[in-house]
């Protein structure tokens, strides 16, 4: 089994001819594809980043380069020969020493450029939906003696965030889909399902009486990129990231939820799901997954999963998300935040199995709680307890980690904030409801009042999460959806 962490790795040290020497060449034809080139400029910024050093890219190296990297193909590079290129499947890509130089390549240029950020991920740098994290500890300025070919066993690996609602991706201006293409094609995502005709939305107020509008940083509205010629930017985008683009799944794939199964704004994600359902497509002999993604902050770990799992299928999600999360974040914090997604886990079962529309934006999303006539049930209060106790684990994540990748640690823990005073509010919301219903005004009142808090605080922590537009039509919706229309009723 080609597999990329259990193939054999010899531990021969190649070091650098000069140690005093910092020079590292990436050698590329001028004739080099498109995607060759983008591989070559991005592993040199991450070379540069990771080692501190001189990286540039050439024809041929210069006699003062002290390492040589031949990227791509005998096909696109002929300073690689024929006789060092293995057999490889159309997808297959290659990490190998030669006396000339380290062969980093594929059969294809796509596949060349999943060979760069491979090597990246071997010196500890960890490709995330809104960008790269770097190692906690620097790497040591040396090659080893690769000899890795990757080979996947689920060959098409799609991905479809665009939805019917402001926070799928059609709310993401182009500039923001190029950042998240070249990610995914760091993932070896393979296709992009783009609808034919993207969803639009009327503009959404967030100025004035708006919780959370600190976010919009004072615009006084939220509003669809710009219509005309959209969805061909956004394809030709994809396309000249790497990623196949396509109108519907590509047939013979199953859908993956990466998080919640529907367009809510709860985290919702769960390992021991995602799992389950990789395993159903491994059983099933399918051509691949189409993994659905609603709010891409919250799925760093669950598309680091599948990106691995694709080449290693007996990959665990424990397993993967220790891979992930060591690295950028020290010893001991994977465990913490491990256990603030199972709780997570646990949320959202229970959410799934008494009402799944709890977290989708919809009319009288708040409101319909505000009319109930019984004490909240138990399993509100679980879920609750649940978003609280994911709080606590991924705060004492954060506090063992040296540096490094906080950021995306305290995104978590904002977002599970934003969980925890959303469910106190519905908690609050149906206590006012049952007071009304029970003639106890003065109890109903308090409530409510809770209620509002609540709301409020959960709209203020989700603005300190924000980070792209998907998190920011969260907070436009609810306001439109749940807090403006609540207010109005108790006034």
């Known amino acids: 089994m080609k597999a990329f962490l259990f193939l ?6 190649l070091a650098l001819p000069s140690p005093g020497a910092d020079k590292i060449t990436i050698v590329l034809s001028e004739k080099a594809p498109p995607l060759e080139k983008i591989a070559a400029q991005s592993l040199a910024t991450e070379l540069k980043l990771l080692f501190a050093l001189e990286v540039s890219v050439n024809e041929r190296a210069p006699a003062d380069s002290s390492f040589s990297i031949l990227l791509g193909s005998p096909h696109t590079n002929p300073a690689i020969a024929a006789s060092e290129w293995p057999t490889l499947s159309d997808q297959g890509h290659i990490l190998k020493s030669t006396q000339k130089g380290l062969i980093v390549g594929g059969t294809t240029p796509v596949a060349t450029l999943w060979a760069a950020s491979e090597l ?6 960890r490709h995330l ?3 790269d994290a770097g190692p906690i500890e ?14 996947p066993t689920i060959r098409v690996r799609a991905w479809s965030g665009f939805s019917d609602q402001p926070h799928g991706q059609s709310s993401w201006p182009i500039e923001q889909q190029k950042l998240l293409f070249a990610q995914l094609v760091k993932l070896k995502f393979t296709h992009l399902v783009l609808p034919s005709t993207p969803a639009t939305f009327s503009p959404i107020p967030v ?14 509205f939220f509003s669809s990129p710009v219509a005309s010629g959209y969805r061909e930017s956004v394809a030709n ?12 799944p590509p047939p013979n794939t199953l859908r993956i939820p990466l998080g919640s199964p529907t367009t809510s704004v709860l985290p919702e994600f769960s390992a021991s799901r995602l799992e389950a359902d990789f395993k159903t497509i491994q059983a099933a002999h399918s051509e691949g997954f189409t993994a659905t993604a609603v709010m891409p902050g919250d799925l760093n770990a669950a598309a680091h999963f599948l990106s691995r799992a694709a080449y290693d299928p007996a990959l665990t999600t424990k397993q993967a998300f220790e891979q992930l999360v060591t690295p950028i974040c020290g010893d001991g914090v994977s465990e913490r935040l491990w256990l603030g997604f199972e709780h997570v886990a646990h949320a959202a079962q229970l959410i799934s199995q008494n009402d799944p529309a709890l977290g989708i934006p919809l009319d009288k999303m708040w409101l319909r709680h505000l009319a ?5 049930p138990e399993w509100i209060t679980k879920v609750k307890n649940h978003y609280a106790d994911a709080v606590s684990e991924m705060y004492r994540g954060n506090t063992r980690t040296r540096n490094g990748a906080r950021p995306f640690i305290l995104y978590h823990a904002k977002r599970m904030e934003f969980a925890l005073h959303y469910l106190t509010a519905i908690e609050a919301l149906q206590n006012a409801g049952y007071a009304t219903s029970q003639n106890k005004a003065e109890a109903s009142a308090e409530a409510t009042d809770a209620a509002v808090e609540g709301i409020y605080n959960a709209l203020s922590a989700q603005a300190d999460a924000a980070r792209d537009p998907s998190d920011l039509a969260a907070i436009a919706l609810l306001n439109q959806l749940g807090y403006r229309p609540l207010l109005k009723s108790l006034h």
């Not at 054999?8 to 040290?13: D, N, P, Q, R, Y």
């Not at 990246?120 to 740098?125: E, I």
């Not at 040396?142 to 070919?149: A, D, Q």
């Not at 109930?372 to 909240?376: G, L, V």
């Open 129 to 131: 939906l809104r960008g």
């Open 207 to 220: 100025d004035g009486d708006t919780a959370g509008r600190s976010a919009f940083k004072g615009a006084r």
């Open 120 to 125: 990246s991920y071997h010196f500890g740098l």
């Open 8 to 13: 054999a790795l010899c531990l021969t040290s």
């Open 138 to 151: 620097k790497p040591a300025l040396k090659f080893t003696n690769f000899n890795t070919l990757y080979e």
């Open 237 to 248: 985008a994809a396309t000249d990231s790497g990623l196949i683009v396509v109108s519907a």
């Open 372 to 376: 109930s006539k019984s004490a909240p």
